[in-house]
């Protein structure tokens, strides 16, 4: 693609308040997009693609929201003038499927030489994956990373403004930018993030590298936000962060999470509050309390172990036992009957003896979670993890993984079933994917109910009684 030249008559001041400027290059790469489409005689599309975690997902709404604001329509990725991944690096294979996609991508970039490409997200962060987008993916139009996000429109404007590729990566930043677009998947719930960032370098995560350091956004900023959120159809949220429980200590006027979901709860067309993820060292008491009590909260948390073993757990910088975590368990299980839980689990992080793999079955056993996320162990350059001795063969990982997926299974089928024969509300996503008769809602305890009913019920709570449990989800009939 060439330069292109724009008789621009926007203010000519750039306004100096950071939303201000990108609403400024929102109405700038407006402007490019209309003569381009013009030319073309028809509209530009997108397709955002996201890989990895609830963070991106809703990054990518951000995404979505000023693209549609800049005059760009949504599109299936084959047939879509601009293509962007937003990427995440928490496993190496997260990483290999990023650079498949894209080197299927450049074929259709030839055939169609005004398509762009974007890249951003956790994987953008490291050094040396740019270095590798440089030398072997030339052909990328838009490289950012997780700080500067914000400045999307602004990068699409020089893409357009200069013809080159622009490539523009933060180390870090204090800054959070408030009320820019965004487009919500669903119209009846939306993930609101509280924090961005983590501080507790478990050694073999990545996260807090790529990331940066924890900063909360502001109470009032959070809860307007719900509150615009609510007015607006929305009736379930989900909070997030990588560590939510420890919200608000690095904010001018500390406030804990516990409190800051004690307002959250007075909004009334709010319904179902959910957060995501917990991290166990910093679960307070004032957490359980707040959580007992409440009518919106709903009863589930997913809360990451990573493993059963406390030598282990030491190793990962995890600053808990075995024990703790267990009595942990019990402790919320007391204050919130029939809470489901949920968990993370790492299989294979060095130094894992068959000893250490026994404990986290036997963990696994005593807690029976609701279901568990396995992972592989992945070496992630640059964490203290990477660089420790005795990484364990992948025969002997692969087979301990199957051993625990069993196991988890297993008791997910048991946990999960306990609800036959009741009447719960069930709050409607979707059609049924596999019958349009049907329609699809989920839980309070996150599980997923399929039963009879229309479009009209999408975004609505409705009781339904359980009648049948197929594993890991309900079949109902809507309660009358
Ligand atoms: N290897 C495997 N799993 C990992 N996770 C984080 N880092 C790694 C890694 N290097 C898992 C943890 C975390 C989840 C989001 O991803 O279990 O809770
Ligand atoms: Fe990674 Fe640990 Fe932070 Fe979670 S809490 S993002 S596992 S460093």
């Known amino acids: 693609m060439n330069t292109m030249n724009l008789d621009i008559s926007l203010s ?29 005689g028809r509209p530009l599309t997108f397709c955002v693609t996201t890989f990895g975690c ?16 800049i005059g760009y329509r949504e599109a299936p990725e084959e047939s879509a003038d601009f293509v962007i991944y937003n990427t995440c690096t928490v496993r190496e294979n997260a990483n290999t499927r990023v650079y498949g996609r894209l080197g299927q991508l450049k074929p259709l970039k030839k055939k169609h030489p005004h398509m762009m490409i ?16 440089k030398k072997s993916y030339p052909f ?50 939306s993930g609101v993030n509280i924090m961005f960032g983590c ?9 807090p590298y790529v990331r940066g350091r924890e900063r909360s956004r502001s109470p009032q900023a959070i809860l307007d936000e719900i509150r615009r959120l609510a007015d607006d159809g929305v ?29 959250i ?4 067309k709010i319904r179902r509050i959910r957060f995501m993820t917990s991290h166990p060292k910093d679960l307070s008491d004032e957490l359980i309390q707040v959580m007992s009590r409440s009518e919106k909260i709903c009863r589930h948390l997913h809360l990451p172990v990573q493993s059963g073993s406390s030598r282990i757990l030491q190793k990962m910088n995890r600053h808990y036992t075995k024990e703790q975590y267990l009595a942990l368990v019990d402790k919320i299980r007391k204050a919130v009957p029939g809470i489901s839980l949920t968990t993370d689990i790492i299989v294979g992080f060095p130094g894992e003896t068959e000893e250490d793999f026994q404990e986290t079955l036997d963990l696994v056993r005593k807690v029976q979670y609701d279901s568990a996320f396995t992972f592989i162990y992945s070496r992630r350059t640059g964490t203290p993890a990477a660089a420790m001795e005795d990484q364990v063969p992948e025969e002997v990982v692969k087979d301990r993984f199957q051993r625990l997926l069993k196991e988890v299974q297993d008791i997910a089928a048991k946990t999960c079933s306990v609800h036959e024969g009741t009447t719960k509300e069930v709050l ?6 596999h019958d349009p008769s049907m329609v699809t809602g989920r839980l309070s305890n996150n599980l997923l109910v399929h039963f009879p009913g229309n479009p009209d019920l999408i975004g609505k709570l409705i009781p339904v009684h359980l009648t049948e449990c197929r594993g890991f989800y309900y079949l109902g009939e809507q309660a009358v």
């Open 118 to 133: 974007g890249l951003c997200g956790c994987m953008m962060q490291e050094p040396e994956v740019i270095e590798k987008l």
């Open 12 to 40: 000519d001041e750039i306004p100096a308040d950071e939303t201000g400027r990108q609403y400024y290059y929102i109405e700038k790469a407006r402007l490019y997009v209309q003569q381009l489409s013009q030319k073309l």
């Open 140 to 189: 990328v139009d838009i490289i950012f990373g997780t700080h500067n996000i914000f400045k999307f429109a602004e990068l699409i404007a020089e893409r357009f403004a200069t013809g080159r590729p622009v490539i523009d990566i933060w180390e870090g930043t204090e800054q959070i930018v408030e009320n820019l677009p965004n487009q919500r998947k669903y119209f009846f719930k």
């Open 235 to 263: 009736v379930e949220i989900m909070l997030l962060g990588q560590n939510v429980n420890s919200y608000g200590k690095t904010l001018d006027t500390p406030v804990t999470f516990a409190a800051l979901l004690a307002e």
């Open 54 to 69: 609830q963070m991106n997902a809703r990054d990518s709404e951000k995404l979505r929201g000023i693209l549609l604001e």
């Open 265 to 268: 709860e007075k909004i009334d």
């Open 199 to 207: 501080n507790n370098f478990c050694s073999y995560c990545i996260v």
């Open 428 to 433: 409607v996503e979707s059609l049924s994917e």
